[in-house]
């Protein structure tokens, strides 16, 4: 079973940055996309960036021009730098993972809270 291990989460004042980390393991087979969502209270799951083994990404119009995803393949490793952060950004941000043979993996989630 695949394990998601994330970090980097926390308070922030509004204007401030995190760097999100997500380290897999046990993965069986090769990871394709990587990316992260989040969930504010009362609201539904939402992409917020997606980077693919081949290097493309794509972010959520909310998020562009402030959050840059990357990876690191040889560590099973993807990040998520956030800057300029916003109060809407609250909420409980998770990992996920999809296997080149089509398995998914979530992470159990970091809570960022943007709040003066």
């Known amino acids: 079973q695949v394990v998601l291990v994330e970090s980097g989460g926390g308070l922030v004042q509004p204007g401030g940055s995190l760097r999100l980390a997500c380290e897999a393991s046990r993965n069986r087979f090769s990871i394709n996309d990587m990316g992260w969502y989040r969930q504010a209270p009362g609201k539904t799951r939402e992409l917020v960036a997606a980077i693919h083994s081949v290097g493309g990404t794509n972010y959520a119009d909310s998020v562009k021009g402030r959050f840059t995803i990357s990876r690191d393949s040889t560590k099973n490793t993807v990040y998520l730098q956030m800057n300029n952060l916003k109060p809407e950004d609250t909420a409980v941000y998770y990992c996920?993972?999809?296997?080149?043979?089509?398995?998914?993996?979530w992470g159990h989630g970091t809570q960022v809270t943007v709040s003066s």
């Open positions: 996920r993972i999809q296997e080149t043979v089509g398995f998914v993996s």
